[in-house]
T-cell receptor, first 114, second 112 residues
Framework: DAGVIQSPRHEVTEMGQEVTLRCKPI?????LFWYRQTMMRGLELLIY????????DSGMPEDRFSAKMPNASFSTLKIQPSEPRDSAVYFC????????????FGNGTRLTVT | DAKTTQPNSMESNEEEPVHLPCNHS???????IHWYRQLPSQGPEYVIH???SNVNNRMASLAIAEDRKSSTLILHRATLRDAAVYYC?????????????FGDGTTLTVKP
């Protein structure tokens, strides 16, 4: 099992550009989570999906952020337009549909918006 | 969501035991207690979890208070590789089973 795979590992973009972050969860996992981590705010839950359906997006900061999960093996987090304050490390995590199961995190995408 | 509180930082000497506390006074009967740790430049990794009884695995032990309002992660012999940020979170298996929010965690420093 390759674990949760995120791409790219690093992204540098200019303010105003569209950014797309990608995530491949572990096969068979029903839950997928997107988190954002900054020094100021720590690890924040942005949105999570169950069986490809968004369940709670209350953590998405504003309309510039959107997330999709077109199938069980792929999810994207898009920022359009990007702003410098979006600079952070974005993590994707997945887990089976049992709350006594652990979350499995990817290695994250470090986003820098200049 | 039930919240957890942890000390901001702790120090330990190498090869000594470490006890990392977590308070979760508003825990519900359907919350599992999970612990994760995050090494520099990596995503959080699972350490251990429990519901009511104490738990042991190859990485650590979890001691859960009888009233479940607090728990302690125990590293029996700290190594330099255990230096990380440790998070205690609650996962509800009843409603909102998926929602898992992290607090600020405890930064563990291990001194040689």
């Amino acid at each position: 099992d390759a674990g949760v795979i995120q791409s790219p590992r690093h992204e540098v973009t200019e303010m105003g550009q569209e950014v797309t972050l990608r995530c491949k969860p572990i096969s068979g996992h029903d839950y997928l989570f997107w988190y954002r981590q900054t020094m100021m705010r720590g690890l924040e839950l942005l949105i999570y999906f169950n069986n490809n359906v968004p369940i709670d997006d209350s953590g998405m900061p504003e309309d510039r952020f959107s997330a999709k999960m077109p199938n069980a093996s792929f999810s994207t987090l898009k920022i359009q337009p990007s702003e410098p304050r979006d600079s952070a490390v974005y993590f994707c995590a997945s887990s089976p549909d049992r709350p006594n199961s652990p979350l499995h995190f990817g290695n994250g995408t470090r986003l820098t918006v200049t | 969501d039930a919240k957890t509180t942890q000390p901001n930082s702790m120090e330990s000497n190498e090869e000594e035991p470490v006890h990392l506390p977590c308070n979760h006074s508003t825990i519900s009967g359907t919350d599992y207690i999970h612990w994760y740790r995050q090494l520099p430049s990596q995503g959080p990794e699972y350490v251990i979890h429990g519901l009511t009884s104490n738990v042991n695995n190859r990485m650590a032990s979890l001691a859960i208070a009888e009233d479940r309002k607090s728990s302690t992660l125990i590293l029996h012999r700290a190594t330099l590789r255990d230096a990380a940020v440790y998070y205690c979170i609650l996962r509800d298996y009843n409603t909102n089973a998926g929602k898992s929010t992290f607090g600020d965690g405890t930064t563990l420093t291990v001194k040689p």
